[in-house]
């Protein structure tokens, strides 16, 4: 590929002064990655693309967020459902920062415990989730211990 | 000083375990201590459970304790559609201690959150059960003279039967225990259980019929076998009457062994057992009470 080509692609989605760029978002996700990091509340100048295509993932969406930067307890969030997201944080138009996003020990809210039976699925309550595998996700739920596995899990 | 609650098993100690049978085996000789004078209690049972409830009751009446309460959620503001946090926000103002049984698993556990006083859960759904687990272990160790070294036989459903979960994972906690396992394919131990074992070293055995091998269980623990546990009706018809433990087979089994069930019995333990002073399940029950004495002493700090 020619660098005007390379110049051009780079082009889609526009640079941004200062912000996190989110990367290698599976495309199918990313209105849930949205939803759970509520940019919607955000009120600077926000970016996103999806389908783009992706050696690793197919096909992956982009999130570029001007002067928004994340703790990572807030940006391991994603994690559940984009597991390969990496972050670029932007300080005067260059990546200062790379990061990449971690399953963390413990969920709270973001999945639906699978057992229908669970008294978080009857009741207005928040869920919690002790990780206890991380490869392939088994989350065991505080309330009626039972595991919700990968294959089993729902975004609320 | 933080409120102690008794939701999961697994929440106590080894320490708790021993601190409460001895609480229970004195309460065992002097039923009537009238600790909970000037308290009151509420009994929430959001479904029936007429054996839990009435031996909770007793419990608190031999301890001098006023109960409020219903004993099905038919006869409560839940039927009028309030909600669990409600309800448990309300009663928690009015008392001393909730105990508490619902059709819901985890509820228990959310009850205890929103509480501001000490909960016991008296069943959670298919969850847990711990003052059954606990009432379990002082059978155990009254009819045995100890909690070591036992060989324990659990028959029946070992698939969805939460009373033999809690009894594992309790039992675990004491020196070299043997587990058998007798159950159909269908109602077999589940592997997290038997992972749990192996990665604490514990010996388990498998078998799929109840034969000689009993005559070296120091407890034999029946449950029962449902039959709407089971997806293909036959597959019931055919194991049925293979997990019915009769007086014939106890022959040659070791003196001390003693035959527990949660109850209520159906089928699975012939009537021809219970003549043999080898069946304990009617005493077994009984201890109920002592031990949920002893759970409410221990919780509210009351010895």
Do not use: W
Not at chain 1, 12 to 24: E, L, M, R, Y
Request: glycine share 4%; aromatic share 8%.
């Amino acid at each position: 590929m020619n660098d005007i080509l390379k110049k051009k692609l780079k082009l889609k989605v526009s640079a941004i002064n200062n912000g996190t760029v989110i990367d290698h978002i599976p495309s199918e996700n990313l209105f849930k990655v949205i939803s759970i990091l509520g940019l919607q509340k955000v009120k600077s100048q926000i970016t996103f693309g999806a389908n783009f295509e992706s050696e690793k993932l197919g096909s992956k969406a982009i999130i570029k967020l001007s002067d928004v930067f994340f703790e990572d307890d807030e940006i391991n969030k994603i994690s559940l459902i984009a597991r390969n997201a990496k972050l670029n944080i932007i300080r005067d138009y260059e990546v200062v920062e790379k990061r990449v996003v971690v399953v963390p020990d413990e969920i709270i809210g973001i999945v639906k415990c699978f057992n229908p039976k669970c008294i978080t699925n009857n009741e207005d309550i928040t869920t919690h989730f002790n990780v206890i595998s991380k490869n392939p996700l088994d989350l065991k739920c505080k309330y009626c211990e039972k595991i919700t596995h990968e294959d089993q899990m729902l975004i609320k | 000083m933080e409120k102690k609650d008794l939701i999961s098993i697994t929440d106590y100690s080894k320490d708790d375990y021993l601190r409460i049978l001895e609480l229970a085996a004195d309460f065992e000789a002097n039923p009537n201590q009238r600790l909970l004078e000037g308290k009151v209690v509420a009994s929430l049972f959001f479904e029936p459970s007429t054996r839990t409830r009435l031996s909770f009751e007793t419990a608190i009446n031999r301890l001098g304790g006023r109960i409020i309460g219903f004993s099905d959620a038919g006869s409560s503001s839940v039927s009028k559609g309030e909600t669990l946090h409600d309800t448990i926000r309300m009663v928690s103002n009015y008392v001393d201690l909730i105990v508490m049984r619902h059709p819901l698993e985890g509820s228990a556990r959310y009850a205890a959150e929103v509480a501001d006083v000490p909960v016991i859960n008296a069943g959670d759904g298919a969850n847990q059960h711990p003052t059954q687990t606990l009432l379990d272990l002082f059978s155990i160790q009254k009819t045995q003279g100890r909690l070591d070294n036992i060989n324990i036989f659990m028959i029946g459903d070992l698939k969805y039967g939460r009373t033999v979960h809690s009894l594992l994972m309790a039992m675990s906690q004491f020196e070299n225990p043997i587990f058998n396992f007798i159950a159909p394919d269908e109602l077999a131990m589940p592997e997290e259980y038997k992972l749990f074992l192996k990665e604490k070293g514990i010996r388990f055995f498998e078998h799929t019929e109840i034969n000689e091998n009993i005559n070296h269980a120091d407890i034999i623990y029946m449950t029962r076998v449902q039959k709407e546990r089971f997806m293909d009706p036959i597959e019931y018809e055919k194991v049925k009457n293979v997990y019915i433990l009769r007086n014939s087979m106890l022959d040659n089994t070791r003196p001390n062994v003693r035959i527990l069930h949660p109850l209520p019995r159906i089928n699975e333990i012939h009537t021809d057992v219970d003549t043999n002073e080898k069946a304990y399940y009617f005493t077994q029950a009984l201890n109920g009470v002592f031990v949920r004495q002893a759970i409410i002493a221990h919780i509210l700090n009351l010895k």
